[in-house]
C-alpha cells in the first residue's frame, strides 16, 4: 500500500516578498555620523529584537570573529550626452571592459543602432558598438584613459529611489572607507556605517578583517519582472574571492569562530566561491539567485540595510533568516521608524534555526 502522495510546493512568486513602506522613511540623505546609525539585532526566534546603535557593534561580537567587507569602490558612472539628431541621452555604465570600453545602460527615446554616436556634455564622444540584451556596448573617444577620465567627468549614480541630485558630499559618503577596487556602480550599503573609530574599536575587540571584492552592477536596481521567480533571471556581476580569505576563513572556523559578512554582495560572493560545497578561490562571473529553499552556509550572521519589496535582495535575506522572522523584523522597523536603503540603517542578522521556515 503506497503512502499519501506528496504536498506539491507552491513557486514562489514575487509578490511574496511584498510590504507597504512609508515613503518618509526612505532615507534621502545619511546621517552626520557613518555610525550613529541604528542597527536592528534580529536574533531566531522567539528570542526578542534589540534596537541599538551601530557604534555598538563591537560589543555583539567577540574576539576571533571575522568580519568580511566587499572593498569595491563606485566609479562616478553616469554621463549625459546627445545624439545628432539633437535628442538627449543619459549614459549609465554597468562596467568597464577595458580598452576605452564599456558595458551601459542607454536612456533614451529610440535605440540607437551600431556605429551611432554620442557627443558627451564633458567633451569627446561615445560610439555605439552594439547591444547585449539591455545594455549596449560602448567605446569612448576621450583624452584620458576612460577610467581616469571618469573621475572628472562623471557623476555619481544615487539609487533611483534617492529623490535629488548627487551633492559634494556622496563623493564620500557613497563610498566604504575601505573602497578600494574601483568598478562598481552601487555602493555595497552595509559597509556605508563603518567608519575609522569604529574600526579601531572592532580591532581592540579582537575581531579580524578580511575582504571580497564584488562590482555592484546596475542590475541590482532592475526590478523582478517576473512574478513566477523560477522564471526570473538574475544579473550577473564579477566577483573575486582570493585565497587569503579563504585561508582565513578556514582559520577563524577552525577556532571557533563565527564568519560575519557586511552585505549581501559578501554572501553572493562567498556562496559563488562555495557552488561545490567546499569554498575555495574564484574570480569571474555569478548569476547566482539566492532565495527561500536556498541554504546558505558560508556565513554564521549577516549585517544588511532594509532592502526594496519584491528585490532579489530581500529574498536572499530570508533565505538566510527565514521570511517569517525577516517580515517580523521589517515590520517592527517601520513601527520604530526606521530609515530605509542605502543611506538607511542597518540589521545584525542571525541564520534561521534547523526545521523553521
Not at 530581500?314 to 526606521?338: D, T
Not at 530609515?339 to 521556515?357: I, K, N, Q
Request: proline share 8%.
Amino acid at each position: 500500500m503506497s503512502g499519501p502522495a506528496p504536498v506539491p510546493v507552491s513557486p514562489l512568486k514575487k509578490s511574496d516578498f511584498h510590504y507597504d513602506l512609508p515613503p518618509e522613511l526612505i532615507a534621502q540623505e545619511p546621517l552626520p555620523e557613518r555610525s550613529a546609525s541604528r542597527l536592528l539585532v534580529v536574533p531566531p526566534a522567539p528570542a526578542p529584537f534589540q534596537d541599538r546603535v551601530f557604534r555598538e557593534l563591537p560589543e555583539l561580537l567577540q574576539p576571533g570573529d571575522l568580519l568580511v567587507f566587499n572593498d569595491t569602490r563606485v566609479i562616478p558612472a553616469r554621463l549625459y550626452g546627445h545624439k545628432s539628431t539633437g535628442g538627449r541621452v543619459e549614459i549609465l555604465i554597468e562596467r568597464l571592459l577595458g580598452d576605452g570600453e564599456a558595458r551601459a545602460q542607454l536612456g533614451v527615446s529610440k535605440s540607437p543602432r551600431p556605429g551611432a554616436r554620442v557627443a558627451l556634455d564633458a567633451g569627446g564622444e561615445a560610439e555605439v558598438l552594439g547591444r547585449d540584451g539591455e545594455f549596449y556596448r560602448l567605446r569612448f573617444h576621450v583624452a584620458e584613459p576612460l577610467e581616469q577620465w571618469l573621475q572628472r567627468a562623471g557623476e555619481l549614480p544615487l539609487p533611483p529611489y534617492i529623490q535629488r541630485t548627487p551633492g559634494a558630499g556622496d563623493a564620500e559618503r557613497y563610498q566604504t572607507v575601505f573602497a578600494r577596487e574601483a568598478g562598481a556602480v552601487a555602493a555595497p550599503t552595509a559597509g556605508l556605517h563603518f567608519d575609522e573609530p569604529l574600526l579601531q574599536a572592532l580591532n581592540a575587540r579582537g575581531v579580524q578583517f578580511g575582504h571580497v571584492t564584488l562590482h555592484v552592477g546596475a542590475g541590482t536596481f532592475q526590478p523582478v519582472r517576473a512574478d513566477d521567480l523560477s522564471q526570473h533571471v538574475m544579473h550577473s556581476e564579477w566577483l573575486n574571492v582570493g585565497a587569503g580569505l579563504v585561508e582565513q576563513i578556514r582559520r577563524t572556523r577552525a577556532a571557533g569562530g563565527r564568519v560575519i559578512a557586511v552585505g549581501t554582495t559578501v554572501v553572493r560572493a562567498l556562496e559563488s566561491a562555495a557552488k561545490d560545497g567546499a569554498l575555495r578561490p574564484y574570480a569571474g562571473e555569478t548569476r547566482l539567485f539566492i532565495l527561500p529553499g536556498y541554504r546558505i552556509r558560508s556565513v554564521d550572521a549577516l549585517i544588511t540595510n532594509f532592502h526594496l519589496p519584491e528585490s532579489t535582495l530581500l529574498m536572499l535575506v530570508s533565505a538566510f533568516a527565514g521570511k517569517p522572522r525577516v517580515f517580523e523584523a521589517y515590520a517592527h522597523a517601520i513601527a520604530q521608524r526606521y530609515r530605509f536603503f542605502s543611506y538607511g540603517d542597518a540589521m545584525l542578522l542571525f541564520p534561521r534555526e534547523e526545521g523553521r521556515a
